[in-house]
C-alpha cells in the first residue's frame, strides 16, 4: 500500500520517534518537495523510509494553492499522480478539498488505529497522550473517543 503524507503527521511522527510506524503499515511512503522543505525546516533529515517526488501536474498544484498551502497541494496532487491508497492528512480544510479530488484520506489517528490492528502498537491511547504531551498535536474529545473506542480502549 502506498500513502503519500503532508507535514504535520510526520513531523508529529517524528517528534515522538515513531516514524517507522509509517514504514510498518504502508510498504511505500511519499512526500512532494514542498512537505521535504516544510520538513527540513524542523528536523535535520528526512528518514530514509520516506520518498521525496516532484509533482508533474504543476497546474493543479497553482489551482490548489488558491486554497491551501504549497505542502497541502502538491500532496493532493502527488496522491493524484501515484494513485496512492492514503493521503496522510490532518488539517480539516486539506482534508475537504482531497476528498472533493476523489482521494482516500487518513488522519494520524487512523494511522494509529490500523498499527494497533495490526499489532504493531499495544495502545492508541499511549501514543495519543505522548503525542499530545511531546508533539503539541491536537485532536478533539470526541474523535479520540471514537477511536479509542475502535482500538477497544474504552
Given at each position: 500500500m502506498i500513502v503519500v503524507s503532508d507535514t504535520s503527521a510526520l513531523t508529529s511522527l517524528l517528534q515522538i520517534g515513531q516514524v517507522?510506524?509509517?514504514?510498518?503499515?504502508?510498504s511505500e511512503v511519499f512526500i512532494p518537495e514542498a512537505v521535504r522543505d516544510e520538513l527540513l525546516k524542523e528536523h535535520p533529515a528526512i528518514p530514509s523510509l520516506v520518498h521525496c517526488r516532484r509533482v508533474a501536474h504543476q497546474d493543479e498544484v497553482r489551482r490548489l494553492l488558491q486554497e491551501?498551502?504549497?505542502?497541502?497541494?502538491?500532496?493532493?496532487?502527488?496522491?493524484?499522480?501515484?494513485?496512492?491508497?492514503?493521503?496522510?492528512?490532518?488539517?480539516?480544510?486539506?482534508?475537504?478539498?482531497?476528498?472533493?479530488?476523489?482521494?482516500?484520506?487518513?488522519?494520524l489517528m487512523g494511522v494509529l488505529l490500523e498499527a494497533k490492528g495490526q499489532g504493531l502498537i499495544a495502545s492508541v491511547s499511549k501514543l495519543t497522550e505522548e503525542l499530545e504531551l511531546k508533539a503539541r498535536f491536537r485532536v478533539s474529545t470526541p474523535v479520540k473517543e471514537i477511536i479509542f473506542r475502535a482500538a477497544g480502549e474504552l
Open positions: 517507522e510506524l509509517l514504514a510498518s503499515v504502508y491551501l498551502d504549497a505542502g497541502e497541494a502538491e500532496a493532493i496532487v502527488l496522491a493524484k499522480e501515484l494513485k496512492a491508497d492514503d493521503l496522510l492528512m490532518d488539517e480539516t480544510l486539506g482534508r475537504r478539498v482531497a476528498m472533493r479530488e476523489g482521494l482516500h484520506v487518513i488522519g
